[in-house]
């Protein structure tokens, strides 16, 4: 199976032009299409995309997917700045991983709900048709180019820090690259791997992209504070090594194993520190190493 026969599906090509073209329209339809047009234009946002599909995980995760502009190429694992426009007429603007992989025809995003945050107090009532906000300069650490080659990746995440990799998990350079890919993605709640659980999940049973991934993809999602089949912090189960043990795997060690990381600061800061006791240094786009990181948000509280 080719890398081309994937992205075409993927894609999905448009059905031909003569079984989009409606055989009969009704009066009726007829005319509520001609009053539809006939009203006036709602103003469109500056760099607007509109809302294409929303989904609620939990109080305080949802998802959601944006058209995607021609122009915008990006590399899986990157960040744009995404928002909408504030009360005072100025774009309010956050920087969000993009989710989904560079091949794909959508863009989708996977957010936090921060009750009274500027931005996401009023993004959690999107709707499917409404506009956002994305400036087309896509920047970020995490991506493959960063990183030396390797036999083993490691992307380590909590929260929302799952959202690059989500993109990376649906790239297929991901497992031409490595003979494993290990996703561990932690979270105080079950209900909060959910998103990740399903994407994974449709990884395997996907007919083209699950060959890609059998026997190469090993799934590692813990909680800290309900009880679930995996539980402890990332930064416990490397240093005890029970991960290792639990997957098979032998400790890392800086020839074989790279990694990504993306968390709260706390996290990532913890995070660098057991790497780097296990001999992986930190590496950047200009110098690429053996781990990189990514905050997945800035501040310490909600
Ligand atoms: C490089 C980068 C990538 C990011 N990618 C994402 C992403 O993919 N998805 C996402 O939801 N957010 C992401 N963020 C955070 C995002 O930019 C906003 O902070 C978030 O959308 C909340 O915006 P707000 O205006 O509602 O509140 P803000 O004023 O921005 O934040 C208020 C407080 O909420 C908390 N907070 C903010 N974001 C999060 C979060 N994601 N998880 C837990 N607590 C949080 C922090 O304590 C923060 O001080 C990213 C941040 C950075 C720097
Ligand atoms: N998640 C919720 O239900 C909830 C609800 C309301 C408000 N909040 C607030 O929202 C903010 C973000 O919460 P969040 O749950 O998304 O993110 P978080 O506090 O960063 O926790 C996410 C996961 O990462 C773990 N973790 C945190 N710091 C770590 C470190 N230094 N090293 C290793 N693992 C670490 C946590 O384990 P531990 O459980 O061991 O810390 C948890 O499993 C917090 O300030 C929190 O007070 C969260």
Known sequence: MTICRVLRRKRGFPAPLTSRIPQTVSLTEATVMNEAAAKPAKPHLPDAQTVTSVTHWTDRLFSFRVTRPKSLRFRSGEFVMIGLMGDNGKPLLRAYSIASPAWDDELEFYSIKVPDG????????I???????????????????????????????????????ASLLREPETYEKYESVIMMHTCREVSELEYGRKLVESLHDDPLIGEMVAGKLKYYPTTTREPSPLMGRITDNLLSGKVFADLG???MNVEDDRAMVCGSLAFNHDVKVVL???????????????????????????
């Open 118 to 125: 500027p931005l996401t107090s009023k993004l959690q009532h």
């Open 249 to 251: 795997l032998p400790p």
């Open 127 to 165: 709707q499917v048709g409404d506009e956002i906000i994305l400036r087309p300069k896509p920047v970020g650490t995490l991506v493959h180019d960063a990183l030396l080659p390797g036999k083993r990746i490691w992307f380590l995440s909590t929260g929302t820090g799952f959202a690059p990799f």
């Open 276 to 302: 780097e006791k296990f001999g992986l240094h930190e590496g950047a786009n200009s110098e690429p190493l053996e781990y990189v990181v990514e905050k997945a948000f800035v501040g310490d509280g909600i």
